[in-house]
């Protein structure tokens, strides 16, 4: 029988999560002095106090899920992180409707980099800002964050994650996944500042060095600029880039061996 009160817990803690990431957005949106600050930060209180309010009396229970309750999480916790994810674009006017809304939230969570926008650079920085993170946050994927938030029953060790870690799994990089995902973000943390920095070196905006860094490495795409990567047209700006876009492309786990 399905445990609807485990699968809830782990619901609420990623709405937390995606709210702080909200907030962060919003900060953004502030330093620059844009009235999107405030729709940023409606959407955010919006998201945590949603998770605070499920993950509250939740707080106690079992940590631990079977298989059942894993695949339900796996498959549903993208459709609602996309769900509350499209809050700042509605919100900020960015789109007029929740369907276009919903469609640019899950195509940045899924770093799949389809667009409604034809103009990206009438958006503000925040949401900007936000559709960069969306891709760099689905590029490790929600569910390796959200094993982070909790721990996983030993038997969701091999089984569940056949689907986000076939390519880890085939290598048996480790016995636990939530080892292994932790060692994965700090991978994927240290790339992403690797590459803001010699972005940035190389005379890219650090606000620009920032969003493309989360969507090369993410695979995702978007840019910050209607000409895309072409509006950058230093020869070691598109190497970086290049080479950066490899690293992407590349088995995980060879970064894990690699930084074991």
Not at 12 to 34: D, F, K, N, P
């Amino acid at each position: 029988m399905v445990n609807s009160r485990i699968i809830a817990r782990v619901f609420s803690q990623v709405l937390i999560l995606e709210g702080i990431l909200m907030l962060v957005s919003a900060g953004i949106s502030r330093v620059y002095g844009e009235p999107a600050a405030k729709s940023l930060l409606f959407s955010a209180l919006i998201t945590l106090v949603t998770g605070i309010l499920v993950f509250t009396p939740l707080r106690y229970q079992e940590k631990s899920y079977g298989n059942r309750e894993g695949y339900i999480i796996l498959t549903f916790i993208w459709i609602l992180f996309s769900a509350f994810g499209s809050l700042p674009y509605l919100l900020s006017s960015s789109t007029g409707n929740f369907t276009d809304a919903f469609f640019e939230s899950i195509s940045g969570f899924t770093t799949t980099g389809a667009t409604i926008f034809s103009d990206v650079e009438s958006l503000p920085r925040g949401i900007l800002f936000w559709r960069s993170l969306t891709q760099w946050v689905g590029g490790i994927t929600v569910i390796t964050l959200a094993y982070n938030l909790l721990p996983v029953s030993k038997s969701l060790n091999v089984q569940l994650p056949a689907t986000e870690f076939s390519a880890l799994l085939t290598d048996k990089i480790h016995p636990r996944v939530i080892g292994t995902s932790k060692r994965l973000m700090a991978v994927y943390l240290t790339l992403t500042i690797a590459e803001i920095l010699l972005l940035s070196i190389g005379k890219m905006p650090v606000f620009d060095a920032v969003c493309h860094s989360f969507s090369t490495l993410s695979t995702g795409g978007f840019a910050t600029r209607n000409a895309g990567m072409a509006a950058f047209q230093t020869p070691y700006i598109r190497i970086v880039l290049i080479l950066f876009m490899f690293f992407a492309g590349m088995n995980p786990a060879l970064f894990y061996y690699a930084f074991r």
